[in-house]
């Protein structure tokens, strides 16, 4: 088990966006969180990077409880997050952004390899390297921030939304390239989405998310054909 | 160019600088004889005047526009420092030759006046950058700054009151001081950015003035402490020329130093971090910077050069008082970093040489100063609102490798 919530409730003061949640997932697995609006998948991210801690229940990473720790040190124990609407600076260069991510390592020899890795993943970041982040297509920046995210070398990638606001085209090679990340790097992927139709084609498991609560949680494949999910998540 | 909507506009801004300036301008009461005096002629200067200098205007705005235009267009305006640092070495190299002769003939040139006029501006050069650690890279608004300036000189004066300790014995201690309250003021403000950052601060420099002011046993209150010794050179004793030239290039070096540190400091991981930190908070978090230590040690780091200046600042005037640390202090300081260019190390030194040269240069036309001092600030914002040398900082480029670029 790579990472356990257990019973976790997060407030954002008085108002309780977790309601106690349970979620699971293993080493290697891409598992994606689905739900509405407000259902609280992002502070589900959140929660688990310690930027909001949560008020009650624990989290567990590698059967460290980590709940308690600042978001810096979650983030040096291997899970690195993409921010929603990806929150690249946008002042500093591509490659900038990249050291950025890199902030923690200390093996400077390791980390221009995985630079290497990570042009070869996105080849127009390349070309972009010297320009400004703020200057790049949203497409372009969701990259640059699943790559800053990389240059951590992460066991856990949370992902908090990687569709938002981007052309269905740019979409599927983002997918795509998050499938080659998981398959090659053995990287275990948390994907939150609202996008569930393409998420769940993407995940091995997925949990539905209402108002703070899990109310399903299932293979891909069960939850495709779910009824529910599909009325609900997928406009079928 | 002299077409008639041209005319227009500048008619109807000559007649709205009539309008304005009419109360002061014209009218003048004299209550000895009790009459009031109508200055026509002044009103007509006004518009001459105003009419003429929004042709100027106009012109310099075109200018700036058509430079912008250009930018857009693709071409590449190298600015006239970048062209100095990224061009022939030879010309910098030069340059930095002459300066620094100019700054080791100087004191021995002009007179003692003007020598401690230098100082004074070295003086908020190093307090500039301190700000700039602060404001420029970290990006948080500082406007208590002159509270960490004030502890430096109220440790010298004190320690040296009560315990007779020396200038080189304070001065470290000072720069500790001043770290201790920059992380002091630190930890309450974690948490607030913006606006809220700036009136918290704001609050925390009039707080450690007011303290000063009326706590009499500690502070000996507005009245000030007196008598506080120059800087000794290995015991020995200075006229007051010599002195003066000795402070001189003891602030020299403070300075040189303070640039040096700063600009290893804004390449360094810290650096980095601060400035991912001004752009974005949740993603420096994200990437595992520690937002509360990168954040205090900006504070601590920053307050350290006020406090080293302030023990200077004491030492050399030898009289210290809370006046001396009003909020329009911070306010000039925080003009020298906005005016150079936020972030930018030779715009910080250029931003204090204008800042404090031109009031003291300007004093001929005394009831002028404050105006032209304004009209240059606006002027300033108006054409480069980047400050005047903007920050560009260091790419390393791999040469002749195709497609690749490191930086360090």
Known sequence: MLLRLDNVQTYYGNIQALKGIHIHISEGEIVTLIGANGAGKSTTLMSISGITPPREGKIFFMDREIHNLTPDAIVSLGISQVPEGRHIFPELTVMENLQMGAFLRTDSKETKDDLEYIFELFPILTQRRNQAGGTLSGGEQQMLAISRALMARPRLLLLDEPSLGLAPLVVKQIFEIIRKINFTHNTTVFLVEQNANLALQLADRGYVMENGNIVLEDSSGNLLSNDNVRKAYLGI | ?408
Request: charged content about 15%.
């Open chain 2, 1 to 408: 160019m002299l077409n008639v909507s041209e005319m227009k506009k500048s008619l109807l801004v000559s007649i709205w600088f009539m309008f304005l300036t009419f109360p002061i301008m014209v009218i003048r009461v004299n209550p000895i004889e009790k009459i009031v005096e109508w200055r026509w002629g002044n009103m007509f200067l006004v518009g001459i005047g105003s009419f003429i200098l929004s042709f100027i205007w106009r012109y310099f705005i075109r200018q700036k526009e058509s430079g912008l235009k250009k930018v857009e267009m693709g071409e590449k305006i190298i600015p006239f420092f970048e062209k100095l640092r990224s061009g022939d070495s030879i010309y910098l190299r030069s340059l930095c030759m002459t300066l620094s002769c100019a700054a080791a003939v100087f004191p021995f040139v002009f007179s003692t006046y003007q020598t401690t006029i230098m100082t004074t501006v070295l003086m908020y050069v190093v307090l500039g950058l301190g700000l700039n650690i602060v404001v420029g890279l970290a990006g948080l608004l500082d406007l208590g700054y002159v509270a960490f300036y004030a502890v430096g000189a109220y440790s010298y004066a004190l320690l040296n009151y009560h315990f007779g300790l020396g200038f080189w014995t304070v001065l470290p201690l000072g720069a500790v001081l001043g770290a201790f309250f920059g992380i002091l003021l630190g930890f309450p403000v974690l948490r607030l950015r913006g606006d809220y950052l700036a009136i918290v601060t704001l609050g925390f420099g009039e707080i450690i003035r007011l303290v000063l002011e009326n706590w009499n046993e500690f502070s000996f209150g507005p009245s000030g402490i007196a008598n506080i010794p120059r800087p000794s050179f290995l015991g020995i004793q200075f006229s007051l020329q010599q002195a003066t030239v000795y402070q001189y290039f003891l602030t020299i070096g403070l300075a040189l130093c303070t640039i040096f540190v700063v600009n290893r400091l804004q390449d360094s991981r810290i650096g980095r971090a601060w400035i991912a930190l001004r752009e974005d908070e949740t993603a420096c978090q994200a990437m595992g910077v520690d937002k509360v230590r990168t954040k205090l040690r900006a504070f601590a780091l920053g307050a350290t050069w006020a406090g080293m200046v302030g023990v200077m600042f004491a030492a050399k005037t030898t009289f210290i008082n809370p006046a001396s640390f009003t909020f329009i202090e911070s306010a000039l300081i925080l003009s020298i970093v906005v005016l150079g260019g936020m972030g930018s190390v030779p715009g910080v030194v250029i931003g204090a040489c204008i800042l404090i040269l031109l009031p003291e240069y300007l004093r001929a036309f005394t009831e002028f100063r404050m105006l032209l001092f304004g009209a240059i600030l606006v002027l300033m914002m108006v054409f480069r609102p980047q400050g005047i040398i903007s920050n560009v900082r260091r790419t390393y480029e791999l040469k002749g490798v195709p497609g690749r670029t490191l930086r360090d």
